[in-house]
């Protein structure tokens, strides 16, 4: 487009090659690398672009500008080349592109899936932007971003939606269709943005390929996922601050034990691949993953008004309890397991940890210095206590917090001893919305509030069973609402004097285009824990 403000591309001697990029013929210019070939002026069959684009992990005066250049997404490849691809980016302050404050160069690398993150630096706080990739001569669609108010800023309000869950073949995204109408901030993805499972010919919609264990498996998978022009409208729509469950690389796995009692190597290597899948497809900063690590929990400051940490509870936590084989996610049947506490006393194994020592330090450090008002745990479960076992006796789930009661138990009560402020968990994982108050003892009449929580339904995999789950309710009683038969979100919105949040619902996700709702709406005010139904 005549509007981008493009360097001119090569400074140094040039030979004329020809190259094939998504199954079309070019004639380029390429310049050797110390490592590879770089294609500087390709041109595509097809758009490559398909898969849109995306921002993410907003600062003061930063922030990240994700694409991935595929023209035939659903080969493990995406239909490029080995080569590298030059691929500039603008970023401007106005939607027509015209002011553009920043523009660069980087290059999207075959070792990387051709995927693009840009890290731009130098904006202004607290203010909107709007952004475009051009390669060869296609252009990206323009994308809209923001970035954070700086830490000592006092802004008045903070609007922002939660989602997780999104399996493909279970239902549209029409969900994201109307949040990416909503006049929010920022998303948060808190986890499961793809499910790993083969596919099934009695749903909605169909996976593309079979369970993905490599790199061109996940690939795939998550191309078919981006392509999907709802979810492509949310990403270009707002900035999103991503974290992961355990369906992005297989069920239940807790660190290096898979749920099928894979060999931990073996895992491991998978586990690479799907980390690496993960990176490719998100805008997140770098490092870049290291085989089968990659720190994905940070913390972001909204000036003094709101602090989130975004938590990992998957590559390091330990192994889920009792299941009877030793290392390995959950049972052999199939994930976590309902255990009777009278049958697993190794659920109370003070030693035991669902985010690693490491990050739970850190953790507990940050919210202790934290001078913000509201002070938020964006992370992937209910985080309450749900007795599973009505009447006498008690039985919890092992693959959540509940598996993990320790854990769970010394950050609510540093929560009280420390008197943080606002203490608010956002969730999801259990396809359902949940409302709770959090106590350091969720079975002491006496033991206080100390956080509230709020749990988002999923945006299209099927709820739990909504009469078995209602059944709990009366030996729970801190839980003050439940709703699994619905798909959506959750809209938050923040002030000085409250926070609320807006259930967010869709008619059905069977078929596209369906309308929005608001289910509950529940308010926390400030300095008094605990939701109250508006």
Known sequence: MEH??????????????????GGGALTGLAISSQWQRVIAQPKFSDNPFKLGVASGDPLPDSVVLWTRLAPEPLKGNGGMPSQRVPVQWQIATDENMSKVVRSGETTAEPEL???????????????????????????????RTRTFPAPRDRPDS??????SCQHYEQGYYTAYQHMAEEDLDL???????????????????????????????????YAQYKTDPNLKAAHAAFPFICTWDDHEVDNDYADENSQDFTDPDQFLRRRAAAYQAYYEHLPLRTPKPQGPELQLYRRFTF?????????????????????????????????????????CQELFDPNRTLLGDRQERWLLDGLGRSRAQWNVLAQQYLVAA????????????????????????????????????????????????????????????????????????????NGVPYEEFSSYLPDNPHIKFFESRQRGYVRCTVDRQRWTSDLRVVDTVEQPNASIRTLRTYVVENGQPGA???
């Open 187 to 221: 998303v948060f993805h808190l986890g499961d943005y793809i499910y790993e499972g083969d596919p099934s010919n009695d749903r909605p919609r169909q996976h593309a390929n079979s369970e993905p264990v490599d790199i061109e498996g996940y690939r795939i998978r």
């Open 303 to 343: 000036g003094d008004l709101a602090e989130f940490s975004v938590l990992d509870t998957r590559q390091y936590r330990s192994d889920q309890a009792c299941d009877g084989q030793g290392s390995g996610g959950g049972e052999p049947a199939g994930g976590g397991q309902v255990v009777n506490v009278d049958d």
């Open 113 to 143: 899936g051709h995927s693009v993150h840009a890290e731009v630096g130098g904006l202004e706080p607290d203010r909107w932007y709007w952004y475009q990739f051009k390669a060869g001569n296609e252009s990206s669609p323009v994308g």
């Open 158 to 163: 903070l609007a922002f939606a939660f989602a």
């Open 532 to 534: 109250q139904r508006a």
């Open 4 to 21: 981008l403000h493009l360097k001119r591309l090569l400074s140094t001697r040039i030979r004329r090659r020809g190259f094939l990029i």
């Open 386 to 461: 749900l007795d599973e076992e009505p009447g006498s006796g008690r039985a919890f789930w092992t693959d959540d917090w509940d598996g993990y009661p320790p854990a769970r138990s010394r950050i609510l009560s540093f929560l009280q001893e420390r008197q943080i402020s606002n203490p608010v968990t956002i969730g999801g994982d259990i396809h359902s919305f949940w409302v709770s108050d959090l106590k350091p003892d969720f079975f002491d009449s006496n033991s206080p509030v100390v956080a509230s929580e709020f749990v988002g339904t999923s945006i299209s995999t």
